[in-house]
């Protein structure tokens, strides 16, 4: 099977009005139940490799070990729980950058032509400007979440200024990348993602909302090209090899979440403040693989 980005948008803007229907008829609490299910399945999974990608990305390095790659990878998981502890604020401020990027990187890579530096800018406003409809739509769960972690309020006023900026810093980059013909995106098409993502975030709930948007328009997308990347195709067999290398890494991670939620699972709120830490904690690796994984692939 071949990784086609247009028919994977295709299906993916199929699936997510299937979700909006979803969302009309059946309660928050379904909803969240679907969404923690979705995330510990497609969303964990989608980071449980990287430790194989990375290592297949230094494989002609022979200074690289797998053990020291290990240790590294590992080390930025603790410096990011250690921030989330120590530091809240600044680490929560990182993270939405990180996943703003990482988000931006895996829906725009594909309508780059080159290898232009004006790509990254393009990627962080992206991402932020899909972050910041999250929050806008989402604004009072989103506040009490970022209390609960950092322990401070945040005023109303700074969600909708991260949203403004930056729309407006997206649009002038994307139109400079147009004009300078480094991305051959259909913008119409782009802008009605934006408003498809925007009625979903209103009529959803938060844990709902981001399900959506992380496993339709990033997870799955980034394991069909995890596959093709380690095993060189996208079938059974590589899928199934694919499921077999990360199964351990899975399962860890899903035994630290359900263990988390034994524990606070009579504190929805708590729980959704610690859980988005988590997720936090072993985004900061996964960006810097993805990226790595990004740059071989564009260095041919």
Known sequence: MVLNFEKMMNLTLVSTFFCLWFTVNFEEQIEQTVAFVLILSFGILHGANDFKLLKKSFEKSPSKSPRSILLIYILIVV???????????????????????HFGEQHWEHQFKTKTA???????????????????TNQNEVLNIVVNITGYKTPTLYIGLLFTVSSMLFVLSIGYAIYTSSTNTNTIKELFYLAVFFVVFKLASLIWAFCIYFILWHS?????????????????????????????????????????????KDSQLLFLSVFFAFLAAITFPHVIVMFKLHDKNEGG
Do not use: C
Not at 85 to 91: D, E, G, L
Not at 232 to 261: A, E, H
């Open 79 to 101: 410096v990011g729980a250690i921030l989330f502890y120590h530091f809240p604020a600044i680490a929560l401020i990182i993270f939405i950058l990180f996943s703003a990027y």
């Open 118 to 136: 004006i790509r990254h800018i393009v990627y962080i406003f992206y991402g932020l400007v899909v972050l910041g409809m999250l929050f806008i």
């Open 220 to 264: 799955i997308p980034s394991l069909f090209e995890q596959v093709k990347y380690l095993y060189g195709d996208f079938n059974r067999k590589t899928v199934l090899l694919y499921l077999k290398s990360s199964f351990i890494y899975w399962l860890i991670s899903i035994i630290g979440l359900l263990l988390i939620y034994y524990f606070l």
